[in-house]
């Protein structure tokens, strides 16, 4: 059973191009993540989203829109794609009430590269 | 801003042997401090929680200590085995008041267990 899925596990486009990855977790968890792990593999939090809020988002470029249709699903639209968006994004859950309180649960990760 | 550093990039241990790695943090008081591990084009799994009060936890062949007052956590893998070779990536909360906050992660230590 896959607790934390994303799709797709690669995605090579163009620079300009928009692209969207999904995220889809069935943990039952209240917030959801996103991540970036650049080539240098420094792992780095983008936005999270609790009950369909965003509670933060880190200086990340408005380029990058999260958009939650659910508690389950945490989608993460980019727009005109840079060479510099180039990375390996994870998406990952926790459940705030849960007693080891975010405990992260990570997806496989999409790897992006833009041409 | 809050910085984490782990001790070194590489690891290489002997089979058997205990692995140590190190985790230093400044300007920061967390409530509690994580520890992942991530294998190649995966994404990071969970392994161990250590709060502020606690000086030490166990799990297996894992423990790792926590001095809040030499901002420090250290992980040891005891009787090192090849299947630990990984990176292990140590992470802390960003606590901005009781909201869905992600963690910040290390630069991880990719450890090598040689047989």
């Known amino acids: 059973d896959t607790a934390v899925s994303q799709t797709p596990k690669y995605l090579v486009t163009q620079m300009g191009n928009d692209k969207s990855i999904k995220c889809e977790q069935n943990?039952?968890?209240?917030?959801m993540y996103w991540y970036k792990q650049d080539s240098k593999k420094f792992l780095k939090i983008m936005f999270s989203y609790n009950n369909k809020e965003l509670i933060i988002n880190e200086t990340v470029p408005n380029r990058f829109s999260p958009k939650s249709p659910d508690k389950a699903h945490l989608n993460l639209h980019i727009n005109s794609l840079e060479l510099g968006d180039s990375a390996v994004y994870f998406c990952?859950?926790?459940?705030?009430?849960?007693?080891?309180?975010?405990?992260?649960?990570f997806g496989p990760g999409t790897r992006l590269l833009v041409l | 801003s809050q910085k984490i550093e782990q001790n070194s990039e590489a690891l290489n241990i002997q089979e058997g042997k205990t692995a140590t790695l190190t985790c230093n943090y400044t300007?920061?008081?967390?409530?509690?401090l994580q520890w992942y591990r991530q294998d190649p084009g995966r994404g990071p799994v969970f392994l161990l929680l250590i709060r502020e009060n606690e000086k030490e936890k166990r799990k297996e062949r894992l423990k790792v200590t926590f001095d809040t007052t030499l901002k420090q956590s250290l992980f040891h893998i005891t009787a090192s085995q090849p299947a630990d070779s990984a990176t292990y990536l140590c992470?802390?909360?960003?606590?901005?008041?009781?909201?869905?906050?992600?963690?910040?992660f290390g630069k991880g230590t990719h450890l090598i267990i040689q047989p």
């Open positions: 300007n920061y008081s967390p409530a509690y």
């Open positions: 992470a802390l909360d960003i606590d901005s008041g009781g909201g869905a906050d992600g963690l910040t």
């Open positions: 943990l039952g968890h209240d917030t």
């Open positions: 990952a859950s926790s459940h705030l009430r849960d007693p080891v309180r975010e405990t992260q649960y």
